[in-house]
């Protein structure tokens, strides 16, 4: 069974770095053609997609995001990350990791962005 | 970036059908943006039903189907439960990226 966990600070200072990490077990974040994803969404809004990476290394982000945004992966630890720099009040939101195909997500963390 | 459109709201009766669609700004969806449906209820992470435009989870109801009608993807629900009421986003790829539509809030009233 493939399960997803998010992890990471959930308080971030104005203009600092948001940096999250996700725990993937049950499957290889290397291996099988699968894009693994971060995906946000504020408080009462909808889904913001922010970026993937597939399983080759190439990644992709959400072009409004683009220069904020990087996603890195560890396969030692069977780990993806993210990082989303100079943040501001309008970042906060749960941050879930994801397998979309078939649907694996994660729980989700709230990261609040505040001083 | 293109953007992806879904019906605000929506309302079904109980035993009822009612079909969802999710809209590109750039033309006519095909299987090409591989649709994905997701569901979401208060207070819980989404769930996927629905990917690549037909194929289901495991753990997707026998009585939610998806499709491509009239240039949209779409998501059909047919004899709704009240267990059904939640939020739906539909999800499409384009070149090197991925764009959420805005949701709809199913009602079954």
């Known amino acids: 069974q493939v399960q997803l966990q998010e992890s990471g600070p959930g308080l971030v200072k104005p203009s600092q770095t948001l940096s999250l990490t996700c725990t993937v077990s049950?499957?290889?974040?290397?291996?099988?053609?699968?894009?693994w994803h971060w995906i946000r969404q504020p408080a009462g809004k909808g889904l913001e997609w922010i970026g993937r990476f597939y399983t080759s290394g190439r990644t992709a982000y959400n072009p409004s995001l683009k220069s904020r945004v990087s996603i890195s992966i560890d396969t030692s630890r069977s780990q993806f990350s993210l990082r989303l720099n100079s943040v501001t009040a309008a970042d906060t939101a749960i941050y879930y990791c994801?397998?979309?195909?078939?649907?694996?997500w994660g729980q989700g963390i709230l990261v609040t962005v505040s001083s | 970036q293109a953007v992806v459109t879904q019906e605000p709201s929506l309302t079904v009766s109980p035993g009822g059908t009612v079909t969802l669609t999710c809209d590109s700004s750039t033309g006519a969806v095909t299987s090409g943006h591989y649709p994905y449906w997701f569901q979401q209820k208060p207070g819980q992470a989404p769930r996927t039903l629905i990917y690549d435009t037909d194929n289901k989870h495991s753990w997707t109801p026998a009585r939610f189907s998806g499709s491509l009608l009239g240039g949209k993807g779409a998501l059909t629900l047919s004899g709704a439960l009240p267990e059904d009421e939640a939020e739906y986003y539909c999800l499409l790829s384009y070149s090197g990226a991925v764009v959420f539509g805005g949701g709809t809030k199913l009602t079954v009233l």
């Open positions: 049950g499957a290889s974040i290397t291996s099988g053609n699968y894009y």
């Open positions: 994801a397998r979309l195909s078939p649907g694996y």
